[in-house]
C-alpha cells in the first residue's frame, strides 16, 4: 500500500533552517511528484509546493519563492523540503503528499505531518 | 485569506442532508478540478472527493461533490457523528500558479 512517513518533530531558533523528509512507497516514486502543505495551529491548510522526482521540476507558491528548497532522492524514494530563515510564524505542521502532476491530479496519499516548532 | 471562501461552520443532525459551499473564481474553479477532503484532530487530511465528483474507493456514497461555474460543494447524506470534521476544498489557480486550498469548514452534529 502507498505510504509517506515523515520525519520527526524538530525546535528550531528564528533564522535556522529545518529539513524535512518524506519517505514514499507502494508505488513508483518516479511516477508521482509530491506536493508540501503546511497547517499552523488551528489554522487551514497552505500549499507550498510541487517536485516532480523524474525530472527534478518544482513549482513554488510565491510567498515562499527563495525560502523553500523542495529535492528527492530517487535511490532512497525521499523527498525533502527545507525551509530558511525561520520565523515564529512558520511553526506549523508539515505535511508531503504524492501529486502526480502538481496541477490537474489529485492529491491522494498524505505523510503523517512533521511538527515544525520556531521560537527564540 | 483564502482565494476559496467557505463558511467557518455548519451543523447539522444525524439523518440530515447537509452542503458545504466553496466559492472561487474563474481562475480556479470554474476552470480546473476541484478535490474535497476530510480532516480530523490532529491527523493528516484525506481525499474525499476528486476531479469534482469521483469518490476514491472507500470513501461511502454518502459523500458527493458538485461543481457549477466558480463554485463547488460537498453534499453529506444521511449524516453521522463520526462525520464530524473539518473538510476543505481545493484546486489550481491560473492567476496564482499553484494550488490553492478554501479556509476550511468545521461540520458539527449535534
Known amino acids: 500500500q502507498v505510504q509517506l512517513v515523515q520525519s520527526g518533530p524538530e525546535m528550531k531558533k528564528p533564522g535556522a533552517s529545518v529539513m524535512v523528509s518524506c519517505k514514499a512507497s507502494g508505488y513508483t516514486f518516479n511516477n508521482y511528484g509530491i506536493t508540501w502543505v503546511r497547517q499552523a495551529p488551528g489554522q487551514g491548510l497552505e500549499w507550498m509546493g510541487w517536485?516532480?522526482?523524474?525530472?527534478?521540476?518544482?513549482n513554488f507558491a510565491q510567498r515562499f519563492q527563495g525560502r523553500v528548497v523542495m529535492t528527492t532522492e530517487t535511490s532512497s524514494t525521499t523527498a525533502f523540503m527545507e525551509l530558511r530563515g525561520l520565523r515564529p510564524n512558520d511553526t506549523a505542521v508539515y505535511y508531503c503528499a504524492r501529486d502526480e502532476d502538481g496541477y490537474k491530479s489529485e492529491i491522494d496519499h498524505w505523510g503523517q505531518g512533521s511538527l515544525i516548532s520556531v521560537s527564540s | 485569506q483564502s482565494v476559496l471562501t467557505q463558511p467557518p461552520s455548519v451543523s447539522g443532525t444525524p439523518g440530515q442532508t447537509l452542503t458545504i459551499s466553496c466559492s472561487g473564481a474563474v481562475s480556479n474553479i470554474d476552470s480546473h478540478y476541484v478535490l474535497w477532503y476530510q480532516q480530523f484532530p490532529g491527523t493528516a487530511p484525506k481525499l474525499l472527493i476528486y476531479k469534482n465528483f469521483q469518490r476514491p474507493s472507500g470513501v461511502p456514497d454518502r459523500f458527493s461533490g458538485s461543481k457549477s461555474g466558480p463554485s463547488a460543494s460537498l453534499i453529506i447524506s444521511g449524516l453521522r457523528s463520526e462525520d464530524e470534521a473539518d473538510y476543505y476544498c481545493?484546486?489550481?489557480?491560473?492567476?496564482?500558479?499553484?494550488?490553492?486550498f478554501g479556509g476550511g469548514t468545521k461540520l458539527t452534529v449535534v
Open positions: 481545493a484546486t489550481w489557480d491560473d492567476t496564482l500558479g499553484g494550488r490553492v
Open positions: 517536485i516532480s522526482p523524474h525530472t527534478g521540476k518544482t
